[in-house]
């Protein structure tokens, strides 16, 4: 993200608010710019230099305007192609504004504006760019971030509790994230949904209120054939945003299908010089870097293979876990890491929209979320039978309410993804928000969402509109094989390019990848503080913990990663045969569990250290 902001609606705010959370923002004072309201305050930030002039502060003159706006993100206007920036948004009346804003805009970003009357926001329909909202009643104060720990500093200034939400977090343990629900790790806070416009005005008490805008899933409509020029001339469009950022560009090319698409479509564009080099981040044996370092040797392309360092302490190797599983859960914001440097990254990521998800055929919501939670739900079981059944619970009404809405099973599993899994996992992530200034999908679109829903089942499991695309960009790059996966032979012969074949086997795994390297040593280094962190973060959240449990699984582990003793596990082993059986068979879905503990414990601190 390039523009972080922050807004606050409540009585009589502390005169020194302003100097002190100004502080708070992530980026340097000289691209920090902020307005006094009669209701409150709006800050906003930026870590790009083509973006200071973007926000916009009204100073009065012949409109008498008293305004902050703020756009953080890239979009391009379907109907002309321009791209959308914060002086778009200065507006006689934000709010319909922005509510045209979302409904004409493809890309992903977000937006505030704050005026005399309130205050405004909103994002982008796949809502990859979060806002956070906090009200708290008693006070008549809501706070609105595009951060969630700009918020845990303004409630902790004013005096408002930063408490956890344990219900939320110890989904950490088991689903390994939020399902279904808005919620995050600290109460009275939560995401705004991605279909909504927030106002907060100050005639109800300031007071937010959300108004729905749209849904992203669909009933198919398969009568509707897709356009293939057109959806092609999307993404040549999408990349044409490149044309507004000064900064060379870093792809991320992977042996998948995703990055491939942009490769191709970056291939033949004004903008492929525009691209310094193509990267992974991937062992050497790993299909993924076999398959991406053969396609960048094919077309000539400056690729590197990048290595993550290995953590030097508990802390790095506690980001790269949140990191890790930030595809399933981030209840607790990393954004606050920033670093300002000149690049812009390229991604295919939001490729994962145009996916089906697992299918569950029963019709029984109680029966399709037993079969749709991940098979290693709870490996250590630490969590206690009545915090498993609330959490299926909660499961099985969601499920159940979109089933009233006519939703099928599968078109349910897919609401699931759009709304819930892509919001959290690339939003949260933000692929290292801020390190880079700006990162963009250009397979994000809602028309290509839309051409995908109304594609036949068929063809949406084959990935037919990523064959379409490729071969109408670079059919060359079609034909290379994937890792671990390939073009489905009765996709290509329904589709309009029949004679375009792939060239060889999917690609595969030089060796067998376990996937804990960095987990296992981290946990080592210092073990017994990190066992007695466990347990106590453990003790507090007594209602959903079973501590017996917890306590054999950390001998486990204390056997295997630390003492190593083949006398020490056997006897281990006798104690705990399933345990015992698990960790082995499955260290990394383990290990997650108890780096799950862990971050809780570390964001106990952290909320204790605000005060």
């Given at each position: 993200m390039t523009t972080a902001f922050l807004a606050i609606a409540g009585p009589d705010l502390p005169d020194d608010l302003s100097s002190t959370l100004a502080r708070n923002l992530p980026f340097e004072p000289g691209r920090t710019?902020?307005?006094?309201?009669?209701?409150?305050?709006?800050?906003?930030?930026?870590?790009?230099?083509?973006?200071?002039?973007?926000?916009?502060?009204?100073?009065?003159?012949?409109?008498?305007?008293n305004r902050l706006s703020a756009f953080d993100g890239w979009a391009l206007d379907r109907r002309d192609g321009k791209s959308i920036d914060a002086s778009t948004l200065n507006s006689d009346r934000p709010a319909e504004k922005l509510t045209d804003l979302?409904?004409?805009?493809?890309?992903?970003w977000c937006a505030l504006v704050a005026d005399d009357s309130g205050l405004s926001a909103i994002s982008s329909p796949i809502g990859t760019h979060h806002l956070y909202v906090s009200h708290h009643g008693s006070s008549k104060t809501t706070i609105v971030a595009s951060r969630a720990r700009l918020i845990w500093a303004a409630r902790a200034k004013l005096g408002l509790p930063n408490r956890?939400?344990?219900?939320?977090?110890?989904?950490?343990?088991?689903?390994?994230?939020?399902?279904?629900?808005?919620?995050?790790?600290?109460?009275?806070?939560?995401?705004?949904?991605?279909?909504?416009?927030?106002?907060?005005?100050?005639?109800?008490?300031?007071?937010?209120t959300e108004h729905p805008l749209e849904r992203l899933y669909y009933l198919p409509d398969e009568n509707k054939k897709p356009d293939w020029d057109k959806l092609t001339a999307v993404i040549e469009r999408n990349l044409s945003w490149l044309s507004h950022v000064q900064k060379p560009g870093r792809?991320?090319?992977?042996?998948?299908?995703?990055?491939?698409?942009?490769?191709?479509?970056l291939e033949g564009s004004p903008f492929a010089d525009r691209v310094d080099y193509y990267y992974l981040r991937a062992p050497r044996e790993h299909a993924d870097a076999i398959a991406a370092a053969a396609v960048a040797d094919a077309a000539g392309l400056n690729f590197k293979r990048l290595d993550r360092p290995p953590p030097d302490n508990l802390s790095d190797a506690l980001k790269i876990h949140i990191g890790a599983t930030e595809g399933l859960l981030n209840a607790w914001d990393l954004k606050y890491e920033t670093h300002d440097e000149p690049f812009l990254g390229i991604h295919g990521l939001l490729g994962g929209i145009y996916r089906r998800r697992k299918i569950v055929d029963a019709d029984d919501p109680t029966e399709v979320a037993r079969r749709f939670l991940p098979?290693?739900?709870?490996?250590?079981?630490?969590?206690?039978?009545?915090?498993?059944?609330?959490?299926?619970?909660?499961?099985?009404?969601?499920?159940?309410?979109?089933?009233?809405?006519?939703?099928?099973?599968?078109?349910?599993?897919?609401?699931?993804?759009?709304?819930?899994?892509?919001?959290?996992?690339?939003?949260?992530?933000?692929?290292?928000?801020?390190?880079?200034?700006?990162?963009?999908?250009?397979?994000?679109?809602?028309?290509?969402?839309?051409?995908?829903?109304?594609?036949?089942r068929a063809d949406q499991r084959d990935q037919r509109l990523h064959f379409e695309l490729m071969a109408r960009?670079?059919?060359?790059?079609?034909?290379?094989?994937?890792?671990?996966?390939?073009?489905?032979?009765?996709?290509?012969?329904?589709?309009?390019?029949?004679?375009?074949?792939?060239?060889?086997?999917?690609?595969?795994?030089?060796?067998?990848?376990?996937?804990?390297?960095?987990?296992?040593?981290?946990?080592?280094?210092?073990?017994?503080?990190?066992?007695?962190?466990?347990?106590?973060?453990?003790?507090?959240?007594?209602?959903?913990?079973?501590?017996?449990?917890?306590a054999m699984a950390l001998d486990v582990a204390e056997a295997h990663l630390v003492t190593c003793s083949r006398r020490r596990q056997a006897t281990t082993a006798l104690r705990a045969p399933l345990l015992t059986a698990r960790f082995i068979s499955h260290p990394k879905a383990y290990l997650q569990e108890l780096f799950g503990l862990l971050t809780i414990a570390a964001l106990d601190d952290e909320l204790r250290d605000l005060g």
């Open positions: 710019a902020h307005r006094r309201f009669d209701w409150g305050l709006a800050f906003a930030a930026t870590n790009s230099e083509h973006l200071v002039d973007l926000l916009r502060i009204d100073d009065g003159g012949d409109s008498g305007a979302w409904r004409r805009c493809d890309g992903e956890r939400d344990d219900a939320v977090l110890t989904r950490l343990l088991s689903l390994g994230y939020p399902f279904a629900t808005y919620d995050t790790a600290v109460e009275d806070i939560r995401l705004l949904p991605s279909t909504s416009l927030l106002t907060v005005d100050i005639s109800r008490g300031n007071k937010p792809a991320a090319l992977t042996g998948g299908k995703d990055s491939r698409l942009v490769m191709a479509a098979s290693k739900l709870n490996w250590t079981g630490i969590l206690n039978d009545s915090a498993l059944e609330a959490q299926r619970a909660d499961i099985a009404g969601w499920f159940g309410q979109l089933f009233d809405l006519g939703l099928s099973p599968s078109a349910a599993a897919d609401a699931w993804h759009l709304t819930w899994r892509l919001p959290r996992w690339m939003g949260q992530a933000k692929l290292h928000d801020g390190l880079a200034g700006i990162h963009f999908n250009p397979l994000y679109s809602l028309q290509l969402i839309h051409a995908f829903h109304n594609l036949a960009f670079a059919p060359e790059l079609a034909a290379l094989p994937f890792a671990n996966a390939n073009w489905s032979a009765q996709m290509i012969a329904r589709s309009t390019r029949p004679d375009l074949r792939s060239t060889g086997k999917p690609v595969e795994h030089a060796k067998n990848l376990v996937g804990t390297g960095w987990q296992r040593p981290a946990l080592r280094r210092d073990w017994d503080d990190h066992r007695q962190r466990i347990t106590a973060i453990a003790q507090k959240l007594s209602h959903y913990v079973d501590t017996t449990r917890l």
